[in-house]
């Protein structure tokens, strides 16, 4: 940004249009070490729109818990099983990336996953499923896992609408999600 090349973003009316969590993501996303950041109010808007996937994703599957009891163990399909496999993958991934501080690196796998696996597929794939009765559970069972898990590999890019989801979810004595555990292997 220069202010003689007139493209200069006011960081806090950019807070106020989109949002400090779209703004934070913009500026790690596509922002190697050792590059000039490209920040454009495009990019921010198009976080801003990833913010709202969040929060409406998680609205879907939050409406679909009522009568869910994350502590009771379901049986699993190899579907399932194949998904939190995946998901395992992930967390490794992103674990290895915040490990060597390429956070840009870390961010682009968790924006890709929610909104092309988690939002586009896993989500669209469970809504039979959680009209049926036989496979309802099973599939609250892993939408209940992958979000809470995306939720804690994506707070430390976007605090606050993590932390606003996190604490409607149906989790006993839950604390602040800044401080729960990083994900570990998931079951």
């Known amino acids: 940004m220069s202010k003689s090349k007139g493209n200069v973003i006011d960081p806090l009316g950019v807070i106020d249009l989109y949002g400090a969590d779209a703004l934070r993501m913009a500026l790690v996303i596509g922002t190697a070490p050792g590059n000039d950041p490209i920040i ?8 801003r729109n990833f913010s709202n996937k969040i929060w ?20 699993l399909t190899a579907h399932d ?18 490990e060597q501080f390429a956070f840009h690196r870390a961010s682009e796998k968790l924006y890709h996953y929610f909104w092309h696996t988690f ?15 036989l496979e309802k559970a099973q599939a609250q069972y892993l939408l209940f ?7 804690k590999m994506l707070h430390p890019f976007m605090p606050f609408v993590t932390e606003a989801i996190y604490q409607m979810l149906p989790i006993k004595n839950k604390r602040l999600l800044m401080i ?8």
């Open 119 to 133: 939002a586009d597929k896993i989500i669209e794939q469970s809504k039979p499923r959680l009209q049926n009765n």
């Open 81 to 98: 099983k194949k998904i939190l496999s995946q998901l395992n993958h992930l967390v490794n991934d992103v674990t290895k990336e915040m």
């Open 145 to 151: 896992t992958i979000l809470t898990t995306l939720l």
């Open 40 to 47: 454009s109010e495009d990019k921010i808007r198009a976080y």
């Open 56 to 75: 409406n994703a998680s609205r879907f599957v939050l409406m679909n818990l009522t009568d869910f009891n994350p502590n009771k163990k379901v049986k």
């Open 180 to 187: 729960e555990k990083w994900p570990q292997k998931i079951k």
